[in-house]
């Protein structure tokens, strides 16, 4: 049964109607661009066919009652009265509903049923699915334009200020504007965007989006992801900028010598990263598989050795995953200390290369990794409606 069936079905069991209408939002994996949001920088995302969906009804006052399968519990908040109560998920839908009313959206009430697909803690941004789910229930029942930007800054927002996690713009922007068989190129300063395809092999075969769980975790909501944003923004302020996307490589080995050694890894990493990611995005519209692979092992080496967020099992995994005939390229994606890589492989080598990363991958570490073939989706969309 698909998600969208299993919502729509406890919908009505619970309320002995059929839902008025059921949102979903996707998670998602970046090919490249990691930690440069929130430096103004450039990110490469793409929207899973992985995400939360959510069967709703228009309540006629300001209470809003949802049921979540996935933790087998209710949560009931009111509108006019939002308060933090404790950690989980129903901080992210309060936060949603914070952030619309302090930027004067005049919000109704609303129940319903939600479940989701996307591992949690694995780097897919299972975040992200609920905020821009939730805000696109409270577009549909309050009545207000969708503007998928401005609904992106807004879980930002939410996320920042609510929940407290110091995350950038690029999980909330691919899944708020994410479009089937593409992946987005993101200017986190502007919010423009540029649809990229997926680069087909030379053989003229497609190629696939691997990600690879290594089943290690490690929460965001941690000193280490904090530490690095000071970090970037200390560089940032010795360079005189706003923010390193400001900062050009020959400004950067110019000054190299006068930053202490661990800004200069810090911001080495974001400032080529940026110059990875406009590249690969080149390479994607040229067709050119073998330069994005190539992009992205070097990503992998940065992360690893200057912006030190990876951990033994995402290197384990990215040094298996590139040895396997068909893969392109390999890189740890997502906050680091844990969760998954991705890789580029080709679609013909694909069923090898999963059976072969995962039997690996367990010789040398002793777990059992998740394997997901994921195909480029939509973004926050409405799909059944009465």
């Keep these: 049964m698909s998600l969208q069936a299993k919502v729509v079905n406890a919908f009505q069991d619970k309320f002995g109607t059929a839902p008025s209408l059921v949102v979903q939002a996707p998670g998602r994996v970046n090919l490249i661009g990691e930690h440069t949001d929130y430096n103004d920088g450039f990110v490469l995302p793409m929207a899973i066919d992985r995400g939360l969906w959510l069967a709703l009804r228009p309540r006629e006052d300001d209470q809003v009652s949802v049921h979540s399968l996935d933790f087998g519990q209710t949560a009931v908040f009111h509108l006019n009265n939002l ?14 509903a914070w952030a619309l009313q302090e930027n004067g959206y005049a919000l109704r009430g609303w129940e319903g049923v939600m479940a ?27 009545d207000f334009t969708w503007n998928a930007a401005q609904m992106a800054r807004f879980s930002q927002l939410a996320e920042n200020k609510w929940v407290g996690v110091n995350c950038g713009i690029m999980d909330q922007m691919i899944s708020a504007a994410g479009q089937a068989g593409h992946a987005l190129l993101i200017d986190c300063r502007s919010l423009d965007t540029q649809l990229v395809p997926l680069p087909p092999a030379l053989d003229g075969s497609g190629t696939a989006v691997v990600i690879l769980d290594t089943t290690t975790r490690r929460g965001l909501v941690d000193s280490a992801y904090n530490e690095r ?14 923010a390193l996307r400001d900062v050009s490589i020959s400004q950067f080995l110019a000054e190299a010598d006068n930053l202490d050694p ?117 973004g926050a969309s409405v799909i059944a409606q009465n």
Excluded at 321 to 339: E, H, K, N, V, Y
């Design 262 to 378: 661990l800004t200069r890894r810090r911001a080495k990493h974001v400032i080529t990263e940026n110059l990875r990611t406009l590249n690969a995005a080149k390479a994607m519209q040229n067709a050119d598989a073998a330069l994005l692979g190539q992009l992205m092992n070097e990503s992998h080496i940065s992360m690893r050795d200057d912006f030190e967020i990876t951990n033994h099992e995402l290197n384990v995994m990215v040094s298996i995953a590139q040895a396997q005939d068909g893969c392109f390229g390999a890189r740890m994606t997502g906050g680091g200390f844990g969760g998954c890589a991705v890789a580029l492989v080709h679609e013909e080598k694909v069923a090898g290369f999963v059976t072969a990363v995962s039997d690996q991958y367990h010789d040398q570490t002793g777990l059992g990794p998740k394997i997901y073939v994921c195909q480029p989706s939509d």
């Design 229 to 242: 944003r000071q970090q970037c923004e200390a560089a940032a302020a010795y360079f005189g900028v706003p």
């Design 116 to 142: 989701g697909n996307v591992p949690k803690g694995a780097g897919l941004s299972s975040s992200a699915a609920l905020e821009l789910a939730t805000a696109r229930a409270f577009q549909q029942v309050s």
């Design 83 to 96: 308060q933090h109560t404790k950690s989980g998920w129903v901080e992210y839908l309060k936060g949603i």
